[in-house]
């Protein structure tokens, strides 16, 4: 499944509670490039002046490190997708290949927060978070990058695939629950 929204959403804490409760796999392209960024490795050095100024990576980064990161898992019964993918070429990537391996992308859950909830979100959260991403001038570019690029994959999966909206205003334990459901009745049990 993927879980989508802006940034602030929640999408990362709902990824990981209904990862937790399935047990699916939760596969964050943020942790996995904050990681790279921690190991101070040649590529963390990239990607971290683009998560630095609120940019996307490029594509070809991006697919090489989560395919990488996703082939070692076999037999699971499910993945949460959790940041990806971020504009409709990354969206037709996962179509290409998920195709190739016979694999489908069973429900797409679109979480929605208005703008001003989400700037605070995120304010309150780089308190704490440590992420060098989480202050009101990156958050503002992610905010622009997320509206122009990412969002038009809802445009994407609407013509094909089960999307599914959820209000990302109310308590943390209030959504995960509806998100719940909606993986139960998308065929998934616990
Ligand atoms: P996130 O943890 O999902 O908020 O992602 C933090 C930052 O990582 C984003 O602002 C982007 O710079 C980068 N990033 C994460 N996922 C992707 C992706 N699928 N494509 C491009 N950049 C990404």
């Known amino acids: 499944m993927i879980m989508f929204g802006p940034p602030g959403s929640g999408k990362g804490t709902q990824s990981k509670l209904v990862a937790g409760h399935f047990g699916f796999i939760h596969l964050s392209t943020g942790d996995l490039f904050r990681k790279e960024i921690q190991n101070n490795t040649a590529m963390g050095d990239i990607i971290k002046a683009f998560i630095n100024r609120g940019i996307l990576i490029p594509d070809l980064i991006v697919m090489r490190e989560l395919y990488r990161y996703a082939l070692q898992f076999k037999n699971v019964p499910g993945i949460v997708f959790d940041g990806f993918p971020r504009n409709p070429k990354q969206a037709a990537n996962l179509d290409k290949v998920f195709h190739k391996k ?88 616990k």
């Open 102 to 189: 016979e694999l489908r992308i069973a429900l797409v859950v679109s979480i929605q927060v208005p703008d001003e909830v989400l700037i605070q979100r995120v304010l309150d959260r780089g308190k704490d978070s440590g992420r060098t991403d989480d202050t009101l001038g990156v958050m503002e570019k992610r905010l622009e990058v997320y509206k122009t690029l990412t969002h038009p994959v809802i445009d994407y999966y609407k013509q094909t695939r089960r999307l599914i909206e959820v209000d990302g205003t109310r308590d943390v334990r209030v959504v995960a629950k509806d998100i719940r459901k909606i993986v139960k009745v998308a065929g998934f049990k």
